[in-house]
């Protein structure tokens, strides 16, 4: 039995249903799930006001118990205006001490790279309540990937990549594209060298992606890593403007750009099949030919 921690520190959750089915499930699962409340919060576009959304953050430093987990009713937009008055410091303490296996995704990678920036504090890139737990149909290998990252001390992520062949290890991080590109500049993007940044985003289409990158090309982040792994990005179809020109020649043309080696086809993001990664762990990528593995490990996981 694990304990769900509900939090809603972005937009509003447009369907309450999806919410109460995510809930559901997890109950009758046998996980208890508290703070229920954050989910028919509203105030505008966001899950409520400002004071309340970021108190969802801050007190997580004082959240007893063990074996918690924190997860997002949904993301949306909101993250970005709490930055500043994050408790940063305290929560990183409250991590070395006794970490809450924090994990969510889109929106809440801004908060996610904030706590990796502000200490190493490592999260968890995976699922949330209401679009994944709550989705109509529940996806039976997201949440078998979501428990395995959770409880595996070490784990490994099989897919069947493409790209050059590769061998290398570092931090794994990242997350949603465009929450990340956001953070150039500011004091919440970890300045993490030699990693293996992890990508994805949803309704951008190719040439907006691309530009994403050339942005962090261009800061000289993409550089730095060993490797770069692209997951999902739903929403990204050409149209008939493009001629041609799809999220494919998009990543042709950056790897003409880059010596890094970039890796695609991670069932990693917006979709319903997605794996859970625990963002600044270790890691080690493997691609030969169309195979790729990568293992993580060094992450908190849930005590026995």
Known sequence: MSLFHLIAPSGYCINQQAAACGIQRLEDAGHPVENQQVVTRRQQRFAGQETERLNDINALATLAGKNRIVMPVRGG???????????????????????????????????????????????????????????????????????????????TVEWSGDGPRCRTSGTLWGGNLAMLVSLIGTPWLPPIENGILVLEDIN?????????????????????????????????????????????????????????PIISGLDFGHEQRTVTLPLGAQATLIHNEKSATLTVSGHPVLSE
């Open 77 to 155: 937009y909101g993250a970005s205006r709490l930055m500043a008055d994050i408790s940063w410091q305290a929560l990183v303490e409250r991590q070395r001490r006794d970490p809450l296996l924090i994990c969510g995704h889109s929106d809440f990678t801004a908060i996610q790279m904030g706590l990796l920036a502000a200490g190493g504090v490592i999260t968890f890139s995976g699922p949330m309540l209401a679009g994944n737990f709550g989705a109509p149909t529940l996806n039976e290998f997201t949440v078998e990937h979501f428990w395995r990252a959770l409880r595996s001390p070490r784990y």
């Open 204 to 260: 951008e289409h190719p040439f907006r992606v691309e530009r994403m990158l050339l942005q962090l090309h261009y800061a000289g982040i993409l550089e730095r890593q060993n490797a770069i792994v692209l997951g999902s990005f739903s929403g990204a179809e050409p149209n008939d403007y493009d001629a041609g020109y799809t999220l494919q020649s998009m990543i042709d043309y950056l790897r003409s750009r880059l010596a890094t």
